[in-house]
């Protein structure tokens, strides 16, 4: 089945870098583009950054765009998101999600939470 | 950037039937996904491209979409149906391609 299993979110000092994992098994991770969106505590759901299947593209929300990373690495089945210049704001639990354009986002990691604060 | 507008709340007796709804710029010419999401757990996806359901999505769960606004009808409503709802677009249009809604707290009476 499915599985998608985040990493690497903890307490981090504003203006500090962390980078998030997902782990991804149960598919053929390769033919899948794949997203990092992101809830604040009591908030609703936030889009944070999209990348192709293959790489070639890649598109974040304007709330991070310039400070956070997303990637892939296909031989490890893995994807990753770098945060740099961390905010407050930016404390969240932040999931990785498997697309599937029109018929959505059909998978959901559990979620890694990323708490900013000094 | 496209915008999606749900009701924040939305509250039913079991048995009736709740509807949500999601406005958006003629949201009509896209396609609508709906999740549903409990107290701390992932969302789960109940409804794609508008009207279908994935595999294990009871049939109770419907949609549609037309004009300026998309609707998730539930039917028959279940105490643990009682969740946040939110809607879901892709919008070409622009650098964003990934819009949710602002999400609907379903509470069941």
């Known amino acids: 089945q499915v599985q998608l299993v985040e990493s690497g979110g903890g307490v981090v000092q504003p203006g500090r870098s962390l980078r998030l994992s997902c782990a991804a098994s149960g598919f053929t991770f390769r033919n899948y583009g794949m997203h990092w969106v992101r809830q604040a505590p009591g908030k609703g759901l936030e889009w944070v950054a999209v990348i192709w299947y293959d790489g070639s593209n890649k598109y974040y929300a304007d709330s991070v765009k310039g400070r956070f990373t997303i990637s892939r690495d296909n031989s490890k089945n893995t994807l990753y998101l770098q945060m740099n210049s961390l905010r407050a704001e930016d404390t969240a639990v932040y999931y990785c999600?498997?697309?599937?354009?029109?018929?959505?986002?059909?998978?959901w990691g559990q979620g890694t939470l990323v708490t900013v604060s000094s | 950037s496209y915008v999606l507008t749900q009701p924040p709340s939305v509250s039913v007796a079991p048995g009736q039937t709740a509807r949500i709804t999601c406005g958006g710029n003629n949201i009509g010419s896209k396609s609508v996904n709906w999740y549903q999401q409990k107290p701390g757990q992932a969302p789960v996806l109940v409804v794609y491209d508008d009207s279908d359901r994935p595999s294990g999505i009871p049939e109770r769960f419907s949609g549609s979409n037309s004009g300026y606004t998309a609707t998730l009808t539930i039917s028959r409503v279940e105490a643990g149906d009682e969740a946040d709802y939110y809607c879901q677009v892709w919008d070409s249009s622009g650098d964003h391609p990934l819009v949710f809604g602002t999400g609907t707290k379903v509470t069941v009476l």
């Open positions: 999600a498997r697309d599937r354009a029109a018929r959505g986002i059909d998978s």
